[in-house]
Nanobody, 124 residues
Framework: QVQLVESGGGLVQAGGSLRLSCAAS????????MGWFRQAPGNEREFVAA????????LYADSVKGRFIVSRDNAKNTVYLQMNSLKPEDTAVYYC?????????????????WGQGTQVTVSS
């Protein structure tokens, strides 16, 4: 069973950038489709971005398209989320998830394992 640990969150001003990392252990990382989700207070956990097993295919939520970039390094068992041009509405706890399915998914219930999350706060 894979274990996931996110890092890289913090406080940033609007227009700034952050890079989140999600390190995986206990499992063959390259077997998993990886996704990023976020949850703001009072809201459901929503899809942000996902990347295929080899990194050749990515998907983004419309709200982050053109600003966020998802990537992975299978040699380092790590998936990244580069977040640029951050807005106050990007404020949330960000989670990475790992999916056993072979296709890139946007549905939360398609992911089998989750990290503990990392807080991102964007001030205006």
């Amino acid at each position: 069973q894979v274990q996931l640990v996110e890092s890289g969150g913090g406080l940033v001003q609007a227009g700034g950038s952050l890079r989140l990392s999600c390190a995986a252990s206990r499992g063959t990382f390259s077997r998993y489709v990886m996704g990023w989700f976020r949850q703001a207070p009072g809201n459901e956990r929503e899809f942000v971005a996902a990347i295929s097993r080899r990194g050749s295919s990515t998907l983004y939520a419309d709200s982050v398209k053109g600003r966020f970039i998802v990537s992975r390094d299978n040699a380092k068992n790590t998936v990244y989320l580069q977040m640029n041009s951050l807005k106050p509405e990007d404020t949330a706890v960000y989670y990475c998830g790992a999916s056993n399915t072979p296709v890139v998914l946007t549905r939360r219930d398609g992911y089998d394992y989750w990290g503990q999350g990392t807080q991102v706060t964007v001030s205006s």
